[in-house]
């Protein structure tokens, strides 16, 4: 393998690692979300514990 092969594979190899961490970011980013979402879910049913719901109150 010549030098030039050689910076060619290094840089495939660079792009798929920055592929790589644009993918784990986004995953950082969704798990956040989801996350966000769950505790205001445990929030609300904490509430509706607390105070319950009558029959024909709206939610």
């Known amino acids: 393998m010549n030098k030039t092969e050689l910076i ?3 840089d495939k190899a660079m792009d798929r690692l920055d592929f790589l961490a644009e993918i784990i970011e986004g995953e950082k980013i969704l798990t ?3 996350n966000t979402i769950c505790n205001i879910l ?4 904490g ?3 607390l ?3 009558k029959e024909d109150e709206n939610v």
């Open 8 to 10: 060619n594979k290094i």
């Open 51 to 53: 105070n319950g719901i």
């Open 47 to 49: 509430e509706v514990s």
């Open 32 to 34: 956040t979300g989801l």
């Open 42 to 45: 445990f929030e609300i049913r």
